[in-house]
């Protein structure tokens, strides 16, 4: 006659099968490198400092990222760029690679950024851009009843 395994056995079984699993798994790390056009500019990503160029980070998640990069004589350079996440980060490939497969999936991505010499505004162009704003300013302040 079989007997049946106790409740206790059978927990230690579902516990040992589990940690084998997580511990022999393999992972999915993401590397972003960002090189720039002169080299050790300071870069953020979503508006959080990550380092001079060419400077690499890990990062968790894919989508838009708001990217800013500085240095003195060089135009600031304000734009966007988009990851988006290869097949193996969705479901249901993702468990797969993250937890049933037992090698290590590495994401590199590498951005270039060209950042501008730096062009001080001509003396015309500023008197110009100040006379728009000042006829703006005025024209909402009558509309506001402000000024009279």
């Known amino acids: 006659m079989k007997t049946k395994p106790s409740l206790k056995t059978v927990r230690i079984l579902i516990t040992a099968v ?5 511990f022999a ?5 993401r590397k972003l490198t960002i090189n720039t056009e002169p ?8 508006d959080e ?8 980070i890990e990062f968790n998640w894919y989508g838009d990222y708001k990217v800013r990069i500085e240095k003195q004589g ?3 350079l304000d734009t966007h760029r988009s990851l988006s996440a290869p097949l193996h980060d969705h479901f249901p490939f993702d468990f797969i690679a993250g937890v ?13 950024f060209a950042l501008s010499p730096y062009q001080p505004p001509l003396r015309d162009d500023l008197i110009k851009a100040a006379g728009v704003m000042r006829k703006k300013t005025i024209q909402e302040l009558q509309q506001q009843g402000s000024l009279e």
């Open 49 to 56: 400092e990550i380092g001079l160029s060419p400077v690499t």
């Open 18 to 22: 589990l940690s084998t699993t997580i």
């Open 100 to 112: 049933l497969n037992p090698n290590r999936i590495i994401d590199s991505y590498q951005w270039d």
């Open 74 to 76: 060089f135009e600031t």
């Open 25 to 29: 798994c393999g992972c999915v790390e």
């Open 39 to 46: 080299q050790e500019a300071l870069v953020y990503l979503n």
